[in-house]
């Protein structure tokens, strides 16, 4: 049976792995969205 | 005029700097500092979760102690019951006392640099959009934390959710297969039934007993000690391997147990009736068994070995062995036996004390009973007066060192009821269980002239109980009540260095009915006992 110091670094580095994960894919999701929108919005004024 | 004219190119300049500059210089110093919030953020949540030793550790949310009370566990809680959420309010507030440090700082530096120095007319301006970029740097960075921390919070009340879920199907996963094997756990000294029993920390230095080790709060897959020596959560994940105990009354359990079908032999009878000697026989006759048929017996606990080892060299030697203490409630020799084709199974062969079949009060200390679905009943020939009576003068000068003290002894019909009523009250089916009944001390009376006749054949020994000795109450009373019934005469001695035939004989009639075949897989076998191969004590 195994000893550690923090009984909760792995566990820890995992959640840390999968937030760090989960806020690149969120602001890569923002950016992308925002450029869906700023296009949107240029080839609206663009149109008129 | 002069002064006029600078004024207006003042104004000129401000205005062309809050028009054209401005709002770039706005824009950049608000991003930096937002970017500046985020990286804070990032870079404590890092420290905290990733690092170890963290030199800004989150206290721990529960600190185990070797001690707990009753409603708590020697260990540390499984991360998603508590620490995580005191890791995520340490990472906020940690990051925004260090994002306020950097406003506080910032604020200064900018009061300090624009408003506050001898060119104040001209600075001013890089000021004021550097407090406004300040505030929207601020503000934005707030969001995106905030953005961060509620992503932290859902990564964590995710994972507590599948951590949750992950724990109870493992416990049914546990308890199914168990089972589906028909695997159940019983303590053999207190009787009791056990769901799961408590472990030992295996740390050679530590041996904080765990009540409840199952998945749940203190860990899904492992659990840490209090002094942080990780253990395994379930039978199947391993927590077999570690010392078990009962949680009813902390008395030692088998080696390994949970990881077999459990077989329960109760061995009753009066005092004094051979019931240790058989039991010792009975053992012995196993071992031999799975000798021969290529099986495995290995002893589940170190109290069945330190008895057997003990108790050996005796019935080796023909010697007496001591009785049964009362008081202690009976103790199972418990054996693992692995036979070559099929499920190993853990027979426990209880001994309990003879005279605790003469009460009904102590009787109910027999709770292990309730498990049984084969019985032995050992009857001592010597004990019934028909028997005694029958024999000659001759006969019963030499049988009197064997024949048990009378004062102490209670007829069979009678110990065979009160075990029966006691078997009932405990609510086992009997009509569904076997009963064999073993007539002992064949190795001194065997050759007696009441039994010269009789051939050792389950038929011819009941005949003869019933015709000769008057027990054909009690044995009406074993064939009504019991679904299978056998008789056999036995001698728990040795013979050509191997256990008698006759014990063999029982023990493979017994296990017949529990579905653990050594060697022969038809029904039960019928004695092969013979007298001429006995060899007295």
């Known amino acids: 049976m195994s000893t550690r110091s923090d009984p909760y670094l792995r566990i820890r580095q995992v959640v840390f792995t999968i937030t760090m994960v989960a806020m690149t894919a969120l602001m890569v999701a923002v950016f992308l969205l925002a450029l869906v929108v700023g296009e949107g919005i240029a080839e609206l004024y663009s149109s008129e | ?537």
Not at chain 2, 149 to 178: E, K, N, S
Not at chain 2, 405 to 412: E, H, I, N
């Open chain 2, 1 to 537: 005029m002069g002064w006029v004219a600078v004024g207006i190119i003042y104004i000129a300049l401000v205005v062309f700097f809050f028009i054209y500059l401005g709002p770039s210089l706005f824009a950049i110093t608000g991003l930096g500092f937002a970017v500046w919030f985020v990286v804070i953020y990032i870079r404590t949540l890092y420290s905290i979760m990733a690092v170890d030793p963290s030199p800004i550790a989150t206290p721990l949310a529960h600190a185990p102690s070797p001690t707990p009370p009753a409603s708590d566990q020697p260990a540390y809680r499984q991360y998603f019951f508590g620490q995580a959420i005191a890791d995520l309010k340490h990472s906020a507030s940690v990051s925004f006392a260090r994002c306020q440090d950097i406003v506080e700082r910032s604020s200064t530096w900018i009061r300090s640099s624009f408003f506050q120095n001898e060119m104040v007319l001209a600075t001013w301006p890089l000021g004021i959009v550097s407090y406004a970029g300040l505030v929207s740097g601020g503000v934005v960075g707030g969001v995106v934390l905030s953005a961060i921390a509620a992503i932290h919070a859902l990564v964590v009340l995710i994972l507590q959710a599948i951590a949750l879920a992950v724990a109870y199907t493992l416990r049914l996963i546990d308890t199914g297969a168990r089972r589906a094997r028909r695997i159940s756990m019983r303590c053999p000294r207190c009787y009791e039934d056990i769901n799961f029993p408590a472990y030992d920390c295996p740390a050679t230095s530590c041996s904080i007993r765990h009540g409840d080790v199952r998945p749940g709060r203190y860990g899904v897959l492992r659990r840490s000690c209090a002094c942080m020596t990780r253990m395994p959560t379930l039978i199947i994940l391993g927590s077999h391997r570690l010392d078990a105990y009962c949680p009813h009354c902390d008395s030692p359990l088998a080696e390994g147990v949970g990881t077999a079908a459990e077989v329960v032999l109760p061995v009753m009878g009066g005092t004094a009736a051979g019931k240790t000697r058989l039991m010792a026989s009975m053992v012995m006759a196993l071992d031999e068994m799975a000798d021969e048929h290529g099986a495995q017996l290995v002893f589940a606990d170190a109290e069945t070995k330190r008895e057997y080892e003990r108790i050996r060299p005796l019935l080796v030697a023909g010697e007496s062995t001591r009785a049964t203490q009362v008081g202690q409630g009976p103790r199972a020799y418990s054996v693992y036996v692995a036979p070559k084709s099929g499920r190993r199974k853990l027979v426990h062969i209880f001994d309990p004390a003879g005279e605790l079949h003469n009460e009904t009060e102590r009787m109910q200390e027999l709770r292990y009973i309730r498990a049984a679905r084969s019985f032995l009943f050992v009857v001592d020939p010597l004990s019934i007066s028909d028997y005694w009576r029958g024999l000659t003068d001759a006969e019963r000068s030499s049988f009197a060192q064997d024949r048990p003290d009378q004062r102490l002894v209670k007829a069979p019909e009678f110990v065979f009821q009160t075990s029966y009523d006691n078997i009932m009250r405990m609510g086992v089916n009997t009509k569904r269980s076997r009963l064999a009944v073993a007539i002992t001390k064949q190795d001194v009376v065997g050759s007696s002239s009441l039994q010269a006749s009789v051939e050792p054949n389950s038929d011819r020994i009941e005949a003869w109980l019933r015709d000769e000795l008057g027990l054909g109450n009690m044995l009406r009373s074993m064939r009504l009540n019991f679904g299978d019934v056998a008789f056999f005469f036995s001698a728990a001695v040795r013979v050509n260095d191997g256990v008698d035939r006759s014990v063999v004989d029982i023990v493979r009639w017994l296990l017949a009915g529990e579905r653990l075949y050594l060697g022969d897989r038809s029904h039960a076998p019928e004695s092969t006992f013979s007298k001429e191969a006995v060899v007295p004590s």
